[in-house]
Every structure is written in C-alpha cells, then in structure tokens.
C-alpha cells in the first residue's frame, strides 16, 4: 500500500524495522551502562569506554536516517513523504535535541579537548542523559501489544520484567555512588558490612547493591542492610515511595492480565449455568436440558457468536464477497436453484447463515411455522415424523441435500422433524428473505416452483 | 456420543478419567519429592526409593496407554482413533520425549548398570525432570475451572494454594542445599544459626528452610535468618523477583474471583437505586414506587432476565421444543382453545413467555392499548373495574382462566384492570404474534370466536 | 405482604429482625472473648465468667424461638408458616446441633457436676465452638449488602475491617497461647523480651500478642518480636500463609469498591471525550459542539438514559401507572385534547417519553420531517423561523403549550424551528404512535382536528 | 448561561475559580503546617506564627465571600442567587461552624487575652482543626477528574501521591509528638538511637520521623528505627492498619487506572484476533481477510464506530444540525439533485452516514441488492465490471460522483463493483429512506429521474 519518494524510507518497511529492533538492543545495554558507569565511574573511562563509543555512533547514524523517513499524518491518515516536510517535523519537535543531547559523547569530547579523561560527576550525569533512549523500549513494547503475533500476556509481562529490574538496577547504581561519595566510609550501608568496600572488586559492590535494592523493592527489608546516614536515607524515603507505585503497578496490570485470560472461561460456566438453572427451575425433561447443553458447548468452541458480530462489523461488499466464497458453491449445486440465474443465487447467498448443530439435536420441528430453511454442508442428518406420539424415519440426508424447504415453499407448518446424526454444519436460509429475494426476480420463481414439483 | 474402535480409549471414557485423576495424586508427591531428594540426597537413596520407583512406574504404564487413546481433531471437532494417527500425533509432539525423560529412574539404572549408588549431584537434578508432571495437574485445573459441578471460586483458590505451597517448599528445599554446599558451615543462612546444622535431623532442616522461604515470601522479612554469602544472596534476589510476581498473581486472581461473587448483589443494588431515583425525581405516588420495588426484586429471584437470554442463544427447534413442553398442555386447556387444531397451539406456544408477578401488581390496566393477554398458570389474580375513580372486584380468576383476551380479540381498549393478589406465574401471549398466527389458519380463527362468543 | 399463622414469627418481622441485631451485637462480644479466655484462661473462670452465661442464655432463647420463626421455600418463593415444616426443616439442618454445641456452658457444667473449676485445656477450644455464631454477622453482612439504604462502599468497608481485626485478635491470642505452654520461657518470643511475663498484667500480654500479630500482617516484620522455638516457627508459616490470602482479600475488595465509585465519572469523561473528537474531525462549528456538551452534561445529571432503563424492564401495567401519574394531567390541558375522550388519552400518554434540554437548544428544526410533537411542561422555548439566513422569533411558549404539532397534524415539513431558552422539560409525542392511537378513535380524531382548525 | 444579580457570585466565574484554586494552595501549606506544629511546637509559637495568621486571614475573607456565592439547587437544576438563601444554606449547614472553628487563631487570641504565649499541647490539637480545609483540596480533585481537559490518570496519580505523602507526614509527626512527650527519652523509638533528640534539630528529628513513617508504610520494616514504649506500640498497631487500608486503596486505584489505559488495545486485538480466526476457520483466500483486516484497523483508527453512538445519544434537532453542517454542501452539488428543493435535501442528509474505506475494498458488489447509494466525498474509487471472470475498469469516480444510484433508482442489482484506489471516505445513503423520503415529495421526485437520464 505504501509506495514512496525515492531517498525516503517507509516507517513500516520492512528493513527499517529491523535496524529499530536492533536499537533497541542497544538501549538495553545503553540502560544497564548509564547507571553502572555513574557508580563506578573507572569502567566509564575504561573497558566500557569503546562499548559507549560505538552504540553513540549507531544512535547517531539513526538521527540522520530518521530526516529520511516518511510519517504518517494523524489527521488525513496519508503517508508524507515530502522531505522538507519531514526535516521540519523533526527538527521542531523535541525529540531533535533530546536525541542529540543522548548522543553526544561527552568525556570523550572533553578529552579531545584538554587531553585527558576528566574524573567529575558531572559526566557521571551527562551519561544519564542516555537514558532518554529508553523511549524506544517503550515504543516497541506498545507496538507489539497491539500486534496479534504476540501474545499480549507475555509481552506485558516481559514489560513489566524490564521495568522492574530497570528500577532495582538503577536504585542500587545511585545507591551505591551515595556511599562511594560519603565521607565516612563506616557510617555507609555498605561500608558498615564489608570494611574498605571502595578498593574491593566492583562486581562485589554491584552485586551488594542490587541486593539491597531488591530486598527494599520486595519490601522484604531483613534489616542487615539498611540506611546508616542522612543522605542514604533521604533516597530511601524517594525510593520506598516510587516502590510503593511500581508495586501497585505490576499488581494492577497482572490483574488485567488474570481477568482476560479467566474472561472466556467465565463465560462459558455462566452460559452453561444459566441453561441449568432455566432447566431446573422449569422442570425440563432430561432430553432438551441435554440438547441444551450440546448446543452450548459447540457454540462455544466453534465461537459461532462471534462470528456473527465479526460480520457485523464490516461493510456490505465484504461481507457480500465472504457469502459468495463460502455459499456459492453449495447452494448452486442443490436442486432447488439448478438453472437459477446468477443474480439470484448472489442475492440469496448473502442472507445465508452457517450454523453447527451438536449430534441429536433437533434442527427442524414438525408442525412449527416454517421460518427457515436448511442446505446441509457436512455431517449428516436424518427426517423424522411423528404419528400417534411415535418417531418413525422416513429418510437421511447427505451433505448438498436441503430440509424444510416443502413448509417454506408451501407455506405450510413443517411436516417433518429434522435431526441431527453427527455434529453437522448446516447453512440457514430466512424464509423472509427468500421470498422477497425471489418476488423480485420472476422467472428465476418460476423454475425454482419447477424444480420443486420435478423433485416432489 | 462417542464410539470408537477397539483397543482405543476415548479421552472421555470415564475409567480414564478415573486413571488420569490418580496419576494427578501421584504427580502431587512428585512435586513434593523432587525438590525434597535434591536437598537431601540420602532419602532418595534411602526411604523414598521404593516409593519413586512405583510412581514411575505407573507413569511408565501412562506413557503406553497415551498410545491409545483417541483425540479430539481440533479444526473439525471430530475424535480421530485411528491407531496410527494417535502414535505419530503422541511419537511426533514434544512430549513423548518430555514423558520418557522424566519417568526414566536414572538413579537405579545407574544402580545397575555399576553396582552402586551415586552420590553426586547430577541425579539431584534429573530428578527435577519429574516436575514435568506438573503439566498434569495444570490440565486437571483448566478442566475444573470449565466443570460447572464445581465452584469456579473454590477451585481457582486450590489452584492459588497449590502453586503458593509448591512455590515456597522448592524455594525451600534450594535454598538448604545451597547452604548444604558452601564450603563454610558458619557462613551460611542456618548454619549461623544452628551449628553442625548438616547432621541434625532432616526435617529440622527441611523445617528452618520452609520458615526461611515464608518469611521471604509473605514480604515479612524479620531478619532472624537472612542470606549470609554471595550464593545466597544472588538465590534471594532471584526468589524475590519470582516473588513479586507471584504476589501479583495470588492478588489479581483474588481480584477476579471477588468482582465476580459481588456482580450479583451490585447488579441488584442499582437496578433497585434506579427505580427508587426514577420515583423520587418524578414524584412518584407511594403504591407505584412499592410496586416496581417488589417487580424488581422478584426478577431478580427468579432471575427471569436471564431466562430470556438463555432461550435467545438456542436454536429454532430446541426453543421449540422448550415452549412445547412449558405452554402446550396450559394452553389446551382453555377455554378459547377448545377444540383448536394441535397445529395452531404448536405455533402459538413458541411465542409464548413466562412471567412472574409479584402480589399486588397491575397485570393489566383498564383502557390501556390491547397488547398482550395472559394465561394465569400459579397464584391468584382479581379482574377490578374504575367507575368514578372507586375500584369494584368484579371477579377473582383461578388457574387455566385467561385475562384480557376480550380487548384482544374485539380489539377495543382493555375493559378491566387485573391484579394479582399473591405472587402469581402468567403466561404472556402477544396481540400481534397472535393475530398473525391465527389469520393463517382460518377454520381454527373460527372455533376460537365460537369458543369466545360462546364464553361470554 | 406476609401474613403468618398465629405464634409463628415472619422472617421480616420488624421486632424479629430487631432481635437479631442485638444478637449480632453479642456475637462481637463472643468473637472476641472466645480467643482471649484461650490464652488467658484466668479470665474464664473469673470475670467473664457471669458474661458469657448472660451471652450463652440469649443464645439459647434465640434456638427456642428459631422452631417458631417461618421460611421463605427456595423453589416456590412462598413462605412456609407450617409448625411441623418449621420444625423439621431446622431439627434436620446442620444448624441445629452447631447451635446447640456453641451455646452449652461446658465449664459451667463440668463445675455443677464436680463442684470445682478445670483447668484442663479442653474448656478454652470447647468455647472456640462459639465461633460458629459468626455465622450471623456473615449473615448480617450479606443482608447489609443488599440493603440500598446503606452505602455498599461502607458495609464492605467494615467487613472488611472486622474480618481483619479479628484475624489479628485470634492470631495474637493463639500466639499467646503457644507461648504460655512451651516449658521454657526464655526460649519463646515474648519470654526473651519480658522475663516472667506469665505473671505480669494479663493486658500487657494481650498487648504485645496484638502488636506481633499487626506488625506480621502488616509483613512490616520489624524483627524485634520473631518466633523462636519451633511450635512457634510452624503457627507463624501457617498465619503467613493466611495473611497472603487476607492481604490479596483486602486488595481485590478495595479494588471493586474504588472501580464501582470511579465508573460514573469515567462513563462522563467518555462520552464528552467522544463528542469532542467527533467534533473535532469534522470539523463542526462551535456553536454545535457547545450544544452537543451542554446536552451530554445534561444527560448525566439529570440520568436520563438510566431512567428509560427503568422502565423497559418493568411490565407494562406499571409503566402505564406510572406514564399517567406522570402525562395525563398535562395532556389533558392542552388545547388539541381539550374534550378528547379518557380512553384516547391514556393509550397516548403510555407512549409518552420526558425529556430535559439545556438553555440554547434547539428541540425541533425547520424543514425536518415531523417525527413528534412536544408539550412543553416547565422552562421556556420560542418559536423561530429562518428566513434568508437570518432568524425571526415568532413567539415565546409557556408550560403547557405545544410544539411541532403543526408539521405532525398536516403533516409536512415543520414550519418552525423551536429551541430553548433555560432549562426546560418537554414530553415528546411520536408521530407514529399519535396517528396509530388516533386512527382506532374516529371521533377522537374529529374533535382533535376541530381544535387544531380553531386554535389555527 | 449563568446571569447573577449584582452582589452575587456565580460559582463557575472565573475569578472565582482562581481565588479558590489560590485557597487550595494554601490548604497544602495548612496540610503541612498542622501536624508540624504538632510536633515541634516551637516553630508553631516562633517562625511560622506569622505564616499561619496571613492564612487564616485569606480563609476569613472566603468564609465572608461564601455568604455572596450563588449555588446550583439539587432538584431544578436551577442557580440561586438570593441573597437571603445563600445567606441561609451556608448558616444553617455544618460547614458553617466548622468554617469558623478552622479559622480562628486560637493561640493569638489567648495571647491578646492573657499576654503571653500557653505551652499547652491544646493548642497544637486545636490547629488539626485546620484539617478540616483539606475537604477543598478533595472537592478539586474530584472537579478535575472530570474535566476532560486534564487526564484522567495523572489527576488521580497526582491525588494517590498527595494522599500518600500526607499520611506519612502526619503519622511521622504524630509519632514524634508521641517520644517527645514520653518520660524516659532513651526508652523511645528515636531516643534509642539519639541520645538528646529533643535538644538537637529540629529537622533532624522530622527528618527521623519521616524515615520511619515510610519504612513502615511500605511495609519493608528494616527494623533499625521500632516502637519501644506501649503508647508507640499502641500508635504503630494503628499506624499499620491504617496502611493496610492505604496499600489496598494504592493498589486498587492504579489497578483502575491500568484498566482504562489497556482498555482500546485489548479491543482492537480482540477484534483482529476475531477476523483472523473467521478467516481461518472459513478458509477464507487471502484477500478477503485483508480487506477484513484493513477495514478493521481503519475502523479503530477513526473510531467510525464510536461515532455513531455519539450521535444515537443526542437530540434529533443536534443530529440534524450536525448532518445539515456535514452533508448539505455535498448532496445539493451532485448531478441527482440539481434543482432539488432544500425541503427534500434537509431530509436526506438526515439519514446518511459518513464512513471510512480503505485502499483496495469493495465498495458495492456487482450483482448485490441495491441496498444503499454512495457520494464520494474524498479519495478515489474506480468502477469495475466483471465479464467471464475477468474485470474490466469502466471509469474513476472523483469527489463529487455518485456510486450505486443506477440499481437503487431502477431497483435492478447493482450493474457495477465499486472499488476504493486510496483511502476514501463515502456517504451512504439507504434505499428504503430515500424512497420513503422522495414519496412525499412529487415534485422533487418527477425532477431527479429527470436529471438521472439526462446524465446517462
């Protein structure tokens, strides 16, 4: 659908949405290292140093890439692709700067400049600025939610993962750069436990960090490790206080979760509860309570409701196009419409229903008023009459054959039972809509009452 | 419903069931024996093995039988037993092989095949390969949650309780042999507590180690025994992540389960805060704010909307089938109907509803449009006339007498107003449905105005 | 409604119903001494003593009067007022041993046949049995519910809080116990804090029982009281494991409570959220937009929708009831009506339908199809025409007079528009209905077509 | 709308609005303010005293205003702006005493009438009075939740932190008064770990006060700060169940929140999912189920569905306005209704609808009932025929051209397949309103089969 100007890229082409999904990989790492090179800032001019350097680099190429890529307008719902409009667009909108400013690789630039790696916190915090990248994790997990692919469970439950240990990562990152900048190195949380913890390994720090934010995160809080000074517990407070809603917000969205996933089973115990109660309260032989219950277990399955209101929804000509695919062929094979004209069987086709009957289940009742008639798809169903309150067959039918189309011609009550043998398909047909389907076309109404006294 | 061929089982048999049920009881002890051998490997050298190898065993027996049972083909709805499919559809899938690894007694084949017992670790851990079981009790759960026998409340809870218990004793039985093998007893969660804590008794182990995963796990966190070393502590952090989200789980399932036992009783509370706000902004005299009241109380009772909504979702024949059933022998009954053709009561009872007054209601009401009339089926009601504003009891009907017929069929404005006089079942018969079945049926029109003229 | 036979008590019964609210009050009473005198088994044989046999009496008297209190059948919805039925129905039930067994004094008993006080244990859990009368504030409770004199919020709010204060009273009481029997006193929770606590103040004891159980609840777990002996270890995983259950309780019942309070602001903040993006994207003129708000606002407090609501469920005697408590006084003033027949006006009234409309709207439209008619009941409209683009108001309208009756009766295109000019209440008439009521009235028809000549 | 007479106040004026989101401001200083001076009342006697005058004296002045606001009476819906009864309503209610008893600086009036400064603790109870102001800060928050301007999530996020925040503060300084005023300083909560608290600062001890409240609150209870007297245990067991409640109140809240947000993502998942699975089971080719798809993802995105319910709910003389504003322009310049009187084109546009097609989708069906007619209003659509299975392009419609009056007006099927080249967006017009419309009207009729075969 989407064909664009040369040098312009197609937001949903498919390469373009590779190269965003191999960034976000890369925001991953950009995460994770932001907050771990402020507390420990020798692996910032160390061994993460070319890491950083390249992943800057990829984020700046998609800065100059993103100048090339069409958007869609929200108003007209219309792809521009004209290019001055897209550099306007971004190069006014926030997002231009922000990108930048989590480009730019600061210690790196101030060491072309004067020489050497400058040992300040304020790079420590320039770096944070990275984290503004993390807008595209959120971008890609509220695409995928609204992709069907995926499941919509795990992709929320894996958003919530990431941003519980985003928060537990980060909150021991700054936990540990309180400590590291505390002048008493007793009087820390950290260095209360393990003495001279400044000259220890940094994965011993790390690790010591995470622990403690986790254990504040779950609000399991032992108590071995806990606030000693002012500042430590100041972030403490801030920290607890965002837990509280971090917490309520992975209970909250696991609740949706739970409810969608219980929702359909619900309903079915309700569906089925309800025929229940109806049939006992009514005193209901066990035969209909029975056929009940077929009926609405198969509904269930085959979600025949459903299928309906899919319909519903869609415009005639689709609708139209999906009666032809699916009823054409068989209603132009029965007898009844043999020589029938085009124009009818399209007409009459796109009033058919299908419907799934659950074995032994009456589909047609002898002497009720014939507002229907059937064309059998599959299964197979047999003809019954009732004399003097006994059953007797008198005929099966195989997929192709119609039934209760003698009451809907003759306009008399039906003069058969119709039941099913074996779970059947049969496709339902308004004796309303026939009859003004066939009032309008005269000739077809006459070789259609032809066809029928032929076959009587 | 379902035959099928010799030597297959249909997935329904009920002796299947039955067998499938036990293996459930069975997986219940493997869940609780994996994790346990594994922390204390001389038991499952010891006591327990005979135990383990007669539970494999039978899931040995399981794995044949699998072999020949019938399934359910899931695009058609139709049971295949056809040997052949049912061997390459089990051989062919993930668990067969899933199956065979967690039944294999690895530990006695070992036994076997060198003469003795191992003692290292890896068996500890192919014992965990039995938790695949699980599967099964999981499926035992989803189809009780469908089985409308049993309480979808109290079901859903057994399930929380379950997956907490088990939860909580292999985060228990993990936590013991983490500390079973560090190389410092004193620098261990228990060891710090009870020294020389590896030849105490097992279950002063297993005891101290399930209290531990409690704590943690309830988010208590009292601090008397917390993680010592590193292995410990990386443990704790990945428990209490799990935690977190099974926390969530435990409380969103129990949102769930509360939103649905107080639908009910608030679906009821605002039907009712309705009417009462419709009365007093409308001023409403006294005796019709009564009589909704006790309107909508009763439907709710008698859940009489809900009956409507049963009936909607059914077939033609079935609904048929019920009013037949319901109306067919109340309705032969009267006096209007005397003599009718079994024909016309067939088609008039499938557009008959039931109704439930409550005792001091106005069924009908003098001069209003002839609409409906009705059959009083249980209670009591009293046909009263207004002349000059005073009421007059003309008569009192009993069961099988009609009401409103007359303005109905004279089609003038009803002469009587009818109120029941305790809590009364009517069946409602519509004016329009009425007129439209009777005109297709002239000799029974004529019997029912002889019937009727003769009445009065 | 509920007449009983002499000496049988109807379950409404206002005095009964009185009764059974002081009884609940006593089963506060019980709940809470019940636990206590299991931990302080002193005050069981002291000062509570005489208490409990004054509570024990009342309960006894209440088991007499339940053989004399009639019940409403589950299948019939008829009270049954039949001494033997009574009788038999609550000898046969579980209830009435339970009844029995929670109401006999054992100790008071055990001492009139021994002549002193036990000491034994089996007194305290024999008047745990008087637990089983918390069946009534259960019952209570779910009457309370469905009461819509008192707010839901409210009375599950205090469930909530009864359930929890007695969770923690019995857990601390229980508590208390286990460490009043362990042999030595130093080994259990409160003996390490408080030496010789068993001989101090029985409040003080209570005191911290109360403050472990909260602070475990809670999962707060501060660590300064912590189980220390191994009886202690098991009943806390135990209170553990049901606090999980009662926290996740609490949470899921918070959550309806603030999803049932918050769903009517939301429905508002949908519906204008919708008219004003339904304005927006098409670009409506704000003049329309300000009366499509003004309308929605409207709408939602005067609950309009909801009132239609109301009257589509109930049966049609009551909303003919109601329509000419409401309509007939108005209609029958209007000059179109005057002499009009009462059987005209009541078959017209109960099609009837009252509507508000904000200042500044427009109720009919010049040049529209005349599809109903208004009566004007309070507030003020003028009447306008548009000539060459600009408006002319013809006339102002008073309560009482109509509207759009012209365009009904000739039936032409309204020569009118009409629109209001405060608040006002207008009752719409269909045009179909009108000439379907009239068309069955001939000389109805006459009389109202000479008033409209004249009027003209 | 709303005309006041002079010297009255209405309360949606502007000014009025301000000078109360002003108050507001300073109930978050009073929110603060009385609880701190609670605690610490030195601050109350010294540096804050003239803080708190300059407030009461802004709350006198509103107590004075009130006395000139006009209100809105519960029933009529109608302003009163009478003196005399706003004078009266305000007198007479609760708020009135409580206004006052909030107001008034009771340690200045001491101190005019005794000439110095009382240390009583009366004075620091009497300024909680000042609580009572926070019902303002409570009415806002409930104003702005349904002002669709601001989101709905962000108010209720930004009322839970406010909610929160001040529960910990209050609880923090209520349990600082509590030490304070204990005899023994060593034997309290912050005295046990600061020897002389009470000397040292006083942001000191708040900032202890705070760390305790939140530790307990989030329920992580390091245990380093733990009640140690009976009154804190006695205030702590309250403490904790009021923040069971509290958590619970969280917890539901953003449960709600989540809710609303994933509410549209669900659904339109649901809705593909349906599509889907319909053209699975069916075996539907490939391009129905794209037109489906696209169709369905076009309906999300312009929202068409929501749209029609917007209009159901309004007014007939609004939805003709709206159709007038939308459709007049487009209909009066198509070919059909050239000379049309505007009688016939108002009535028209009253029963079309606006929808969305997307690029490729049948818009009518060749050979289909000519159910509906389109005007083209932006896009492109082509006109196909299909002869022998092959389709022929026939011609491009542009904005302005008509689709489908051939059948509707010959009432033949429909000779041509309509196609959409890009998104377009149609009118619909349906036959049997057109017919029924074009009845009534000879004259236009006679006049639009003339210009229909003039243009073929």
Chains 1, 2, 3, 4 share one sequence.
């Not at 140093?49 to 990829?58: E, G, H, N, T």
């Not at 692709?81 to 930048?100: C, E, G, N, Q, V």
């Not at 934010?213 to 032992?222: F, R």
Request: glycine share 4%.
């Amino acid at each position: 659908y989407f064909d664009v100007k040369k040098f312009v890229i197609a937001p949903f082409d498919r390469r373009y949405r590779i190269w965003q999904t191999f960034l976000v990989v890369l925001v991953v790492y950009s995460a994770w290292a932001s907050p771990f090179e402020l507390a420990f800032p020798k692996v910032s001019t160390g061994s993460l140093m070319p890491v950083d350097l390249i992943v800057d680099a990829f984020f700046g190429i998609d800065i100059i890439l993103t100048f090339f890529v069409a958007y869609l307008d929200k108003s007209t719902y219309l792809l521009v692709d004209d290019h001055k409009k897209i550099a306007i667009r971004y190069a006014t909108s926030l997002w231009f700067p922000m990108d930048i400013a989590s480009t730019l690789p600061f210690q790196s630039i101030y060491k072309i400049f004067h020489g050497k790696s400058a040992r300040g916190q304020v790079f420590g915090f320039l770096n944070l600025l990275r984290l503004w990248r993390l807008r595209r994790a959120s971008e890609l997990f509220s695409r995928l939610e609204k992709d069907t692919r995926f499941s919509y469970f795990w992709i929320r439950y894996c958003k919530l993962i990431c941003v519980t240990l985003f928060g537990v990562h980060a909150a021991g990152c700054l936990f540990y750069w309180i400590a590291a900048h505390h002048k008493v190195a007793e009087d820390t949380w950290i260095g209360s436990q393990i003495s001279d913890f400044e000259n220890r390994s940094i994965w011993l720090g790390y690790f010591y960090a995470m622990y403690w934010s986790i254990v504040t995160l779950a609000t399991v809080g032992y108590g071995d490790l806990h606030p000693m000074n002012d500042t430590e517990k100041v972030f403490t407070i801030g920290y607890m206080l965002f837990n509280i809603g971090l917490n309520a917000y992975i209970i909250g969205n696991m609740t949706i979760l739970i409810v969608q996933s219980a929702m359909r089973t619900l309903a079915l115990r309700d569906a089925i509860h309800q025929v229940l109660k109806y049939a006992r309260t009514n005193r209901l032989p066990e035969g209909l309570k029975e056929q009940m219950l077929a009926h609405m277990q198969l509904k269930f399955k085959t979600a025949e409701l459903q299928q309906e209101e899919v319909l519903e929804d869609l415009p005639k000509a689709i609708r139209s196009g999906i009666a032809n695919h699916l009823f054409l062929k068989i209603i132009s094979k029965t007898y009844l419409f043999e020589n029938a004209s085009e124009d009818l069987l399209v007409q009459l086709v796109s009033e058919m229903r299908a419907e799934y009957f659950p074995p032994k289940v009456d589909v047609i009742l002898q002497n009720e008023m014939p507002t229907d008639f059937y064309i059998l798809v599959s299964g197979a169903v047999e003809v019954l009459t009732i004399k003097n309150r006994v059953e007797q067959t008198l005929s099966k039918s195989k997929p192709g054959d119609m039934q209760g189309e003698i009451g809907v011609l003759l306009n008399i009550p039906q003069p058969f039972t119709v039941r099913t043998k074996r779970l059947s398909q049969l496709v339902r047909i308004s004796h309303h809509h026939f009859k003004e389907i066939v009032q309008s076309q005269k000739d077809d109404g006459k070789k259609i009452m032809e066809n029928f006294i032929k076959h009587l």
